[in-house]
């Protein structure tokens, strides 16, 4: 949208003059101002501009004031402008330019076409020191990337320590009494589980805050591939939009890789595990998931030579994440998670 031109910068020698009345109020302005004539040329800077770079008026007019921006800016500074300038739109820029001790600082520029009955008088524009929040985004990508790395290699040593712990497991169980090896089969599997589950947090889009639906779906197809393949299946259904903390994922992810080995280790191999996991995400409420175990029933009562560690195990797995825990996962009973109060996680923009 175009400015209308102020009556008193119409007065003077030129239709491009600036009238003293707006030179007062533009010089008392705490931000930098500008204005350009119609073919783009400077014509006017105010008292703010001028303190800024430390130059006089006539150092900036025409062009002269470009000689103070970034060598790195100046032709896509010079790029979108023009395009501006051909379209007659306003625009917004930001840019590096000189300061009066030196150092560069980051501006945000807004400029609007000056407009007086159609015709077009050039652009008006202000701007101001945006070199705090331009330093603070650097320091938080950088933040971001070194967070990215020591993740990568936090999970690249604990997935190896876990393919240790596998190993040996595997050995001691095929050496242990033909009673105990279906304990030391179900530590394996479960220790498997807990290797799936951090991969899947690792390949998390945003690791500062994760989908949990899209988390859980992931996840339920590892664990369906991992042990018995064709006869697990988990359903994750739900609404709403529903991201949670990294830990809070962790906890929750152990807790289902947990309700379906213990429907394994109650079913023999040719019976189908099914589980139902319902996520309730209602705006300003905390999120609430409802599990329910086809084969609950038989979990509940457990196999004989396998020990009954589930509702333990998935206590302790949300007592980390302060999430509240009932029931067993039966069609009775169902296995209700209450995550605690919602917190202010959004996802990053993918810019």
Known sequence: MAAEIPSEATHGSGPFDLGDGFRRF???????????????????????????????????????????LHPDDFERHARIV?????????????????????????????????????????????????????????????????????????????RNNLQVMVSLIGLYGRAAPEACRGSF??????????????????????????DLRDYLRRLASGLGSLRRP????????????????PRTANALGMIVAEVVAECLDATTETVSCSIAIAVEADVGAPVRLTIISGSGEAAAAGKPGVPMLGPRLI?????????????????????????????PVTAPSGS
């Open 26 to 68: 533009a010089d008392h302005v705490p931000l930098m101002m500008w204005r350009t004539d119609h073919h783009g040329r400077s014509v006017y800077h105010n008292e703010s501009w001028l303190q800024f770079t430390g130059r006089s008026l006539d150092d900036e007019l025409d062009d002269g004031w470009r000689r103070g």
């Open 82 to 158: 023009a395009a501006a300038f051909e379209a007659r739109i306003p625009f917004t820029i930001e840019y590096r330019l000189r300061r009066h001790d030196g150092a560069y600082r980051w501006l945000l520029d807004t400029g609007r076409p000056l407009q007086d009955g159609g015709e077009f008088h050039g652009y008006l524009g202000s701007c101001f020191d945006i070199t705090d929040r331009k330093n603070a985004e650097e320091e938080s990508a950088r933040a971001l990337i070194e967070k990215e790395t020591l993740l990568a290699e936090i999970y690249h040593r604990v």
């Open 185 to 210: 089969d179900a530590l394996g599997q479960r220790v498997r589980a807990i290797a799936l589950v951090q991969q899947h947090l690792h390949e998390a889009p945003h690791i500062a805050s994760i």
């Open 230 to 245: 064709g006869r697990i299946g988990v359903m994750v259904e739900g609404a709403g939009t529903s991201l949670v903390e």
């Open 315 to 343: 206590a302790a797995y949300a007592a980390q994440a302060e999430i509240a825990v009932s029931g067993t996962a039966t069609t009775a009973d169902p296995l209700i998670l209450q995550l605690p109060e919602v917190r």
